[in-house]
C-alpha cells in the first residue's frame, strides 16, 4: 500500500435526548472480539519436548498450523457492519454490538440490512429506518422511509438515495432536511470534512449546506473505478484498471499494488485472492468467502446466514488426525515419486524435493521403504522425507515441515 499523509479527523460529540430502553440481550458473545479472551495456543517447541506417553497420540499424525483464530460464531444473521469503533451484527429479532455495555437489543420489528458510523447504527427496510446508539444502549428513533433505495447513517445525519434522488433527515428527531433530485445518478453517500455527501457517477461530489438546506457541488473524484463504496469518512473500492483497490482519504488516494481486487460494501477492505487489504495493513491466507468485512483486529464473513469473526493475528493451533497413512513411494527413471499427508505431491532428486501435480502413471514401487525418515530405493537412500526429533526406548518422533504447516508422526519401538 502506498504511504499517505495522516489526516487528523474531526470528533463530533453527539448529546442525545432521552429513549425507551429496549431489552438488552445478555450474555451477548459478540463481547468476545472487545474483551478476547484467546485460547491458549499450541506451540510445536513444546510438543517436540518429550515424548507423548498416550498410545493414541504415538498411533496418529499430529499437525500444527497457523491459523486464524475464530472468535464469534452465529446463524441466521440478515446483515453486518463494520467501523472504526465496533461491529454490528443483524438478525431477524436483534442487533448485536462488540460494546461491552451493550452486547445487544431485541427488535420489534424485522429489518434487511445495518449500517454503522462510530457508535451508532441504523436499521431499515423498506418502509422504516431506525436509528441505534451503542452508547445509549436503545433506539433513539424509528421513522418511515423517504426513498426506497440505500442508507447510509453519518454524524447527526441519515441519507438515504435512489436513482439521481436523494433525502437527508436529522437522525436524533426525524426532521426531514431535504429531499430531491440531483440530476445525475447517485453511487455512494457519505460523510467529509463534517458535511453528508453524496457522489455522483462522474465523480462529482455534493455536498450539504445546512444554511440553504441544499447539495451543492464542491469538488470532483477520478471517475474510474469499478464500484465504490464509503465508511466513516472514507469512500474506496476498485478501480477500472487491473481492480486495483483504493481508499480516498480527503485528498490523499491509496492505491494497492494488488489486481483482481473485491471491495467490501461493509467496511473499508478489499480482498484480493486471500489476501485481505485494509487501509493500512495487508493479511494473507485467509479463509474469506465473498461477503467479509474487517476492523483493525478482526476479519468477518458471512456465508449466506452464517457470520465468522477471527482476530487478525495467527496462532499456532494443533490437529490430531488417528486414520493417516506414510506416503508410499516410486520410482520413473531416476525420480522418485510421493504424495505426502497435505495431499501434495513431490518429486525427490538428488535429495531435493519439489512440489508436483501429477505422478507419472509408469512409476514402480518394487523395493522402496521408508526407514527412519529416509527413503531407501534397493536398500540405498534415495530421498529424505521427515527428521527423527526425539525418541526413547518406546518410540521415535518425526518432524516434516510443508508450507505452513508442521507435521509429526512416530514410529513405536515397542
Known amino acids: 500500500m502506498k504511504k499517505s499523509v495522516l489526516i487528523t479527523a474531526c470528533i463530533v460529540l453527539l448529546f442525545y435526548g432521552c429513549a425507551e430502553k429496549q431489552k438488552v440481550i445478555t450474555g451477548g458473545q459478540l463481547l468476545q472480539v472487545v474483551s478476547p479472551v484467546k485460547a491458549e495456543p499450541s506451540n ?51 442487533i448485536g454490538f462488540t460494546i461491552a455495555s451493550c452486547p445487544g437489543l431485541y427488535l420489534k420489528h424485522t429489518y434487511e440490512n445495518v449500517r454503522v458510523y462510530g457508535l451508532e447504527a441504523v436499521i431499515y427496510n423498506s418502509s422504516h429506518v431506525d436509528v441505534y446508539s451503542a452508547t445509549e444502549c436503545a433506539s433513539v428513533g ?12 453519518v454524524p447527526n445525519y441519515i441519507i438515504e438515495w435512489a436513482g439521481s434522488q436523494a433525502a437527508l433527515r436529522n437522525s436524533y428527531n426525524g426532521d426531514e432536511l431535504y429531499f430531491g433530485d440531483t440530476g445525475l445518478l447517485i453511487k455512494a453517500a457519505g460523510y467529509i470534512n463534517g458535511a453528508p455527501v453524496l457522489l455522483q457517477e462522474n465523480g462529482y461530489l455534493l455536498t450539504y449546506d445546512k444554511n440553504i438546506k441544499a447539495f451543492t457541488l464542491t469538488g470532483q473524484i477520478p471517475s474510474g473505478y469499478n464500484e465504490i463504496y464509503h465508511s466513516e469518512g472514507r469512500f474506496y473500492g476498485t478501480l477500472k484498471d487491473n481492480k486495483k483497490f483504493f481508499v480516498l482519504d480527503n485528498d ?33 491466507d485467509l479463509p474469506i468467502k465473498d461477503n ?40 520413473s527413471g531416476k525420480t522418485l515419486y510421493y504424495k505426502s499427508f497435505s495431499g501434495n505431491m513431490y518429486q525427490n532428486i538428488n535429495g531435493k524435493e519439489t512440489k508436483i501435480s501429477v505422478i507419472p502413471k509408469k512409476c514402480s514401487h518394487q523395493n522402496i521403504m521408508l526407514n527412519y525418515g529416509e527413503f531407501y530405493c534397493s536398500g540405498k537412500k534415495c530421498g529424505k522425507f521427515a527428521v527423527p526429533v526425539k525418541n526413547n526406548t ?21
Not at 506417553?53 to 499424525?61: F, N, P, Q
Not at 483486529?297 to 493475528?313: A, G, P, V
Request: proline share 4%.
Open 142 to 153: 424509528t421513522y418511515p422511509r423517504m426513498l426506497n433505495g440505500s442508507v447510509e447513517i
Open 252 to 284: 490523499t488516494v491509496k492505491i494497492s499494488d494488488n489486481t483482481d481486487c473485491t471491495a467490501s460494501p461493509h467496511s473499508v477492505s478489499g480482498l484480493c485472492g486471500t489476501t485481505l487489504i485494509t487501509d493500512s495493513e495487508m493479511y494473507h
Open 292 to 331: 467479509f468485512a474487517s476492523t483493525s483486529t478482526t476479519f468477518i464473513t458471512l456465508d449466506k446466514s452464517n457470520i465468522q469473526i477471527y482476530y487478525l493475528e495467527t496462532v499456532w493451533q494443533r490437529f490430531l488426525s488417528m486414520n493417516y497413512e506414510l506416503p508410499k513411494a516410486c520410482i
Open 394 to 414: 518406546d518410540a521415535v518422533m518425526y518432524r516434516r515441515i510443508e508450507d505452513n504447516t508442521i507435521y509429526y508422526y512416530f514410529d513405536k519401538l515397542k
Open 44 to 94: 510445536p517447541k513444546d510438543f517436540e519436548a518429550k515424548i507423548p506417553e498416550s498410545s493414541m497420540i504415538r498411533s496418529s499424525l499430529i499437525s500444527f498450523s497457523k491459523t486464524y483464530q475464530r472468535v464469534y460464531s452465529d446463524s441466521d444473521v440478515t446483515s453486518m457492519a463494520a467501523g472504526k469503533d465496533m461491529i454490528a451484527v443483524l438478525k431477524p429479532d436483534e
